[in-house]
């Protein structure tokens, strides 16, 4: 079966620091992973996807994430960290019929 | 807009009372879907059609749960005799059967209160 495990409940980062968000995944395929970001009382958007084409994926509002096969990771980053980021963001993978969900990490920005 | 739509956004009810809730699916998507997020948790899949044919249903959609897409078109779930448990909110996303990473568009969900 396959799913995902987001470390880290909640994640605060200063206003221009590296962010930093930590998904690990269990597959006996070839997965297909998603980063979604949702804000409050929104439902969710794409942030990136990776499909095997090429493992650093760029996506949007300046996000990336690495897929390291080695290391079942699909960790979400962002090198300076603005305070429209703060959000819920959610690790998932792509299963046969339906999309698995990690527990989700919301990230916190300061000033 | 073309993006994935639901209706009503919030819906507050008292426990026993009958809900039903409206997903219209990016036009050309045949796959819909429906999830259930509960406060702090990722969403959690109910069901998926595919065309007007509901292939599957998770353990979670227990028997006061039903759910149509009659022309394979929008889609409704309804929850019979609601209880305070079925606080949660609940989301819609569309795909295109032919996309093999089955890359999901989300609606905006309906937040359901059960009083």
Redesign the interface.
């Known amino acids: 079966a396959q799913s995902v495990t987001q470390l880290g409940s909640h994640v605060s980062v200063s206003e221009g620091a590296l962010v930093l968000l930590r998904c690990n995944y269990s597959s006996s395929v070839p997965p297909y992973l998603f980063w979604y970001v949702q804000y409050p009382n929104q439902g969710l958007q794409l942030l990136l996807k990776y499909t095997s084409a090429a493992t650093l994926v760029k996506g949007i509002n300046g996000f990336e994430a690495e897929f390291k096969k080695s290391e079942t990771s699909f960790h979400l980053t962002k090198p300076s960290a603005h305070m429209s980021d703060a959000a819920e963001y959610f690790c998932a993978v792509s299963a046969i019929n339906d999309m698995r969900f990690g527990a989700g990490t919301r990230l916190t920005v300061k000033p | 807009d073309t993006g ?1 739509s ?1 209706n009503p956004r919030h819906k507050i009810t008292k426990r026993g009372q009958n809900v039903t809730f409206r997903c219209d699916p990016i036009s050309e998507h045949n796959r819909l ?1 429906w999830y259930r997020q509960t406060l ?6 109910l069901t ?1 059609f595919q065309n007007e044919a509901q ?2 249903k998770s353990r979670l959609l227990s028997d006061r749960f039903s759910a149509e897409r009659p022309k394979g078109s929008f889609s409704t779930l309804e929850i019979q005799r609601t209880e305070q448990g079925d606080s949660a909110m609940y ?1 819609c ?1 569309s795909s295109l059967a032919t996309s ?10 309906t ?1 359901l209160t059960v009083l």
């Open positions: 994935v639901q879907y702090g948790q990722g969403p959690e899949f998926y292939l599957e989301l996303a093999g990473s089955n890359e999901q568009f989300f609606g905006p969900g937040r």
